[in-house]
């Protein structure tokens, strides 16, 4: 062998390891970053697991909120038609003892303060009006009356249930 072929195969021997240290060298590298990729997954799986238990803790939660609300309100429904139908049965005895003239409705007549009043200085135990004079009214107005008080209790009594709504339901 000349001393040229031997350059040329020592250097191509030299080129071949070279060449293998190269792989070699890519081969670890890829080793490595498979051990970090998969520690990293497992540490996403991880942290997405806790995400996830966390939302579903959290449903759950607002889930049970919710349904306590919605039970409070059904109770609070149950007590306004209660309140409701007792007043439409007392304001309808009260008509029908109107009209059977049961029960009379009056009113105070204003007293002329020159004339001669006889009302005592004191109140006594029998009530506080004394000597007052009194004027029964007409049926059909008494009629109107008990109509229009029946309007306002119903009125009350649906405001009442309104506000109990806002309460449960505001924050």
Do not use: F
């Amino acid at each position: 062998m000349t001393p040229v072929q031997k350059l040329a195969g020592l250097v191509a021997l030299v080129v071949l390891l070279m060449a293998g240290a190269a792989g070699l060298t890519w081969q670890v590298q890829d080793w490595r970053m498979g051990e970090q990729l998969a520690e990293q997954a497992g540490l996403h799986q991880d942290d997405l697991a806790r995400i996830s238990t966390a939302a579903a803790a959290q449903a759950r939660a607002e889930q049970d909120k919710r349904l306590a609300t919605e039970q409070q309100l059904a109770t609070q429904d149950q007590q306004h038609i209660k309140e409701l139908s007792d007043a439409q049965r007392n304001q309808a005895a009260l008509r029908g003892r109107l009209a059977t003239a049961d029960v009379r409705l009056s009113v105070l007549l204003a007293e002329d303060p020159a004339g001669d009043c006889n009302v005592p200085a004191a109140p006594g135990a029998i009530g506080v009006v004394h000597a007052a004079r009194r004027a029964k009214l007409d049926p059909a107005h008494a009629q109107r009356i008990v109509a229009i008080t029946d309007d306002g209790d119903n009125a009350i009594i649906a405001l009442r249930a309104c506000q109990a709504y806002v309460r449960a339901v505001a924050p």
